[in-house]
């Protein structure tokens, strides 16, 4: 009798053992995702999840450099991170996600004012250079300022566009006069739909920076 | 019987302390050269909490205040980067060097190949968030 109260203890001990050690194995295993990420990131670096919650907006940046594309350059930022991050750095001219920009060397050109200037202005074209070597125009133009640059010197043709929506110009002008608030200007890029920043093309190499909302840059 | 159960105890402890030591992943330094000079540091990653605790206080106020300055945004970063357990951050190559930082199942990996040699850092966010409080509540200021 007392053999078989000693066996039934012993079965209800492995029992609840057992579902114990079930539950946990059920959990995912970080230690073990390390093992299987080491191996894979010797191979590609290529993380799962593509698609990310609407809200979420993603900054990338990508350079391709060298005729066989062998030189790349991937940043994927989310902007909330950002957004978090940037205000707890409190180093040289960075302070509370504001920039001081009246120490910055700038030629003598001020650039708050110059920005001031572009977003009260109507649209329309500011400034078209047309030369032997070089295309230069800058437009303000359903609430975006756009930049394009055609440099023909040699036989090495580049085009630069930029284009940057003016609720981020407003947002970065919305701080005090000496400063630029970085912060406020990615609020208002998070706002902004699906659009390309930057372009750079030239023979030998590609750069774009650009917004969407998926969390990996191919 | 008793001997038996004594030992039917120790083992499913093994297992249970096991499988809570896997769950909870490991901080991982893998340093290789095509020289034969190998360093690889595996720590669990649940023993890195306690073991500060037993750390001198005067050590951990003296690397709380180094590290002062970044401490904000380290802990910005860790509790931001929470939401993102899987995503490629950072990835840079050319013909010869490769790194990468990015994110996979809740750890952050750290990743930089050059030719002859390899290093890998892989670390919880959990516990590096875990760390970076520790140390801002030792650190003056913050």
């Not at chain 2, 995503?87 to 060097?97: K, N």
């Amino acid at each position: 009798m007392a053999a078989h109260r000693q066996f039934r203890t012993l079965q209800s001990s492995v029992l609840v053992t057992s579902l114990y050690g079930a539950a946990l194995l059920l959990l995912p295993f970080p230690g073990m995702a390390q093992t299987s990420a080491q191996s894979s990131s010797a191979a590609t670096p290529a993380p799962q999840n593509v698609s990310s919650g609407s809200s979420e907006r993603w900054l990338h940046v990508r350079v391709n450099n060298g005729e066989s594309k062998d030189e790349t350059v991937r940043v994927n930022v989310p902007l909330e991170l950002a957004e978090k991050v940037l205000p707890s750095i409190d180093r040289d001219r960075l302070h509370g996600g504001k920039i001081k920009v009246d120490d910055i060397d700038c030629h003598g050109v001020d650039v708050r004012a110059i920005l001031d200037a572009v977003r009260s202005s109507k649209d329309g074209e500011f400034v078209t250079i047309q030369d032997k070597s070089s295309d230069v125009r800058v437009a303000k133009q359903n609430a975006y300022i756009y930049v394009h640059v055609i440099d023909k010197n040699g036989s090495k043709k580049s085009h630069v566009e930029v284009k940057v929506p003016l609720k981020v110009v407003d947002a970065l002008l919305s701080g005090a006069k000496d400063e630029l608030d970085i912060s406020a200007g990615l609020r208002a890029l998070a706002a902004q739909g699906d659009t390309e920043l930057v372009s750079v093309k030239d023979n030998d190499s590609t750069v774009r920076v650009w917004l969407d909302s998926k969390n990996l840059s191919d | 019987m008793l001997v038996a159960k004594i030992a039917f105890a120790l083992t499913a402890s093994a297992v249970v302390a096991g499988t809570y030591v896997c769950h909870q992943g490991f901080v991982r330094v893998d340093q290789d050269d095509f020289q034969g000079n190998h360093v690889h540091v595996w720590i669990p990653a649940v023993i890195v909490p306690v073991a500060m605790r037993v750390v001198p206080k005067r050590e951990l106020q003296e690397a709380a205040a180094q590290a002062a300055p970044w401490l904000p945004a380290l802990r910005a970063f860790t509790k931001g980067l929470e939401k993102y357990p899987t995503v490629e951050l950072v990835d840079v190559r050319d013909s010869s060097d490769h790194i990468s930082i990015r994110t996979q199942d809740g750890t952050l990996l750290i990743s930089a190949d050059r030719p002859g040699k390899r290093v890998r850092v892989t670390c919880p966010l959990g516990l590096l968030q875990s760390v970076s409080e520790t140390l801002a509540a030792n650190a003056p200021g913050i």
